[in-house]
């Protein structure tokens, strides 16, 4: 079972990125998929979640209107896409699954919104 986030990078405040994270080991269409991501000093924040057939997403009030959820489940993909980047929103980004019962965790993408 394995998550790889890819697609953080510097970017100016007002930029987009796009996240993505690839799946593989189990049946990501039957799982909900979780962004979370940490901030220097911050406890760990609950981004956005997408439901197993993308039809059901939720997200934090700090990002909810800037930041989409979305999956791909042939590809076995969940996307962020990042819009109206502030600085605050500089963390490391993490794709997350609750699989077989345990906490599945990738390795995470480094945000950064800089001038």
């Known amino acids: 079972v394995q998550l790889v986030e890819s697609g953080g990078g510097l970017v100016q405040p007002g930029g987009s990125l796009r996240l993505s994270c690839v799946a593989s080991?189990?049946?990501?269409?039957?799982?909900?998929m979780n962004w979370y991501r940490r901030a220097p000093g911050k406890e760990r924040e609950l981004v956005a979640v997408i439901n197993s057939a993308g039809g059901s997403t939720n997200y934090g009030a700090s990002v909810k209107g800037r930041f989409t959820i979305s999956r791909d489940n042939p590809k076995n993909t969940v996307f962020l896409q990042m819009n109206s980047l502030k600085p605050e929103d500089t963390a490391v980004y993490y794709c997350?699954?609750?699989?077989?019962?345990?906490?599945?965790w990738g390795q995470g993408t480094q945000v950064t919104v800089s001038s």
């Open positions: 997350h699954s609750a699989v077989f019962g345990r906490a599945v």
């Open positions: 080991g189990f049946t990501f269409s039957n799982y909900a």
